[in-house]
């Protein structure tokens, strides 16, 4: 096969990949985690919890949107959902889907490129980078903090991500904010 072809149809892959993950976080975000209306009678018990620990829990008790946005003594005992169980679920579905999606477009495609292969590792560095972003934002004092706050890219997620807490129909992507620019969800300061 032509390498040119090769790394078109990479790239085109990346830039699909991407696009799903962060429409999927979004739509996580924007409707179970957000919407009592939908976590309240929809079929998941998983719905419910989520609107109750997300909504309830980290906007209402521990960042309220006229308290600090930072704290270090939040009243969970981690901001992160990595350690509580629904996550694993949402990180199951996500990989899952994401590279279910990849493998049906390597079928499609004479090339047999064995897309999932790249799209796997993909998917998982999206997910924690979710939850590891997600302590960066909030705990001033974290590993996290230390890692990411030197860089410009964290400045602008950050600040993303502080407007959503103030603004909670509004910036719903924490890693990658493709889908609320794709929405009309994204949320500038001065809008």
Not at 21 to 38: D, G, N, Q
Not at 154 to 166: D, K
Request: proline letters at 5%; hydrophobic letters at 45%; one cysteine or more.
């Amino acid at each position: 096969m032509n390498i040119i072809i090769t790394i078109i149809v990479a790239i085109i892959t990346f830039a699909v990949v991407l696009t799903y993950l962060s429409t999927f976080e979004w739509a996580i975000h924007r409707f179970p985690m957000h919407m009592k209306k939908l976590g309240k009678p929809w079929f998941l018990p998983a719905f419910r919890f989520l609107y109750k620990q997300h909504t309830q829990e980290h906007h209402i008790e521990d960042f309220p949107p006229t308290g600090a946005y930072e704290r270090e003594d939040s009243n969970h005992q981690d901001i992160t959902l990595l350690r509580r169980t629904v996550p694993l679920f949402w990180g199951i579905f996500l990989i899952g889907t994401a590279t279910s999606v990849v493998w049906i477009i390597d079928l499609l495609t004479s090339y047999r490129l064995h897309l999932v292969g790249y799209c796997l590792p993909m998917a998982t560095l999206y997910y924690i980078l979710f939850e590891t972003l997600h302590v960066a934002e909030h705990k001033p004092k974290s590993v996290a903090r230390k890692l990411f706050g030197r860089f410009k890219w964290f400045e602008f997620l950050q600040n993303h991500h502080r407007l959503h807490h103030s603004k909670w129909g509004f910036n719903f992507n924490l890693v990658c904010p493709i889908a609320d620019y794709l929405f009309g969800t994204a949320y500038k300061e001065g809008k």
